[in-house]
């Protein structure tokens, strides 16, 4: 797979997909055609700048599809007040998810949660 996403979870998500290769634009010509001759001979074949990236994070907890709509609409601009009315939730279930979310990202703000979700991967614009 030729992908412009470098995030761990876009990659773990392909791989799971079945993807044998996984490649971003960019790579050096070179290494490309060292994978696509791996794969094409029966091997699961990534550049090791992206196996460090996944690996970084295989520990994490995973965020819940719950989580993920928060942090979806969190990325969107809305308060915890709009969230709730969004989900049908209660707002302090928001700030639950919210606590949480911040906890598996390792971030201290919404902001910092957002970008760091964009960034990996686990939500895209």
């Known amino acids: 797979m030729l992908s412009s996403h470098e995030g761990d979870v ?7 997909a079945g993807v044998q290769g996984y490649v971003v634009k960019g790579i050096v010509r070179n290494e490309l055609l060292e994978i696509i001759r791996s794969v094409h001979a029966g091997k699961r074949r990534i550049p090791a700048a992206l196996a460090q990236k996944l690996a970084e994070h295989m ?3 995973p965020i819940s599809p719950r989580e993920l709509e928060v942090l979806s609409l969190m990325a969107a601009g809305k308060r915890n007040k709009e969230i709730a009315g969004e989900l049908s939730i209660a707002e302090d279930t928001v700030k639950m998810h919210v606590r ?3 906890s598996k990202l390792q971030v201290n703000d ?3 949660a957002v970008t760091i ?8 614009l």
């Open 110 to 112: 919404r902001t910092e």
């Open 10 to 16: 876009d990659i773990q998500r392909a791989l799971e």
């Open 117 to 124: 979700a964009l960034r990996r991967g686990i939500i895209h």
């Open 100 to 102: 949480n979310i911040l």
């Open 59 to 61: 520990a994490d907890e």
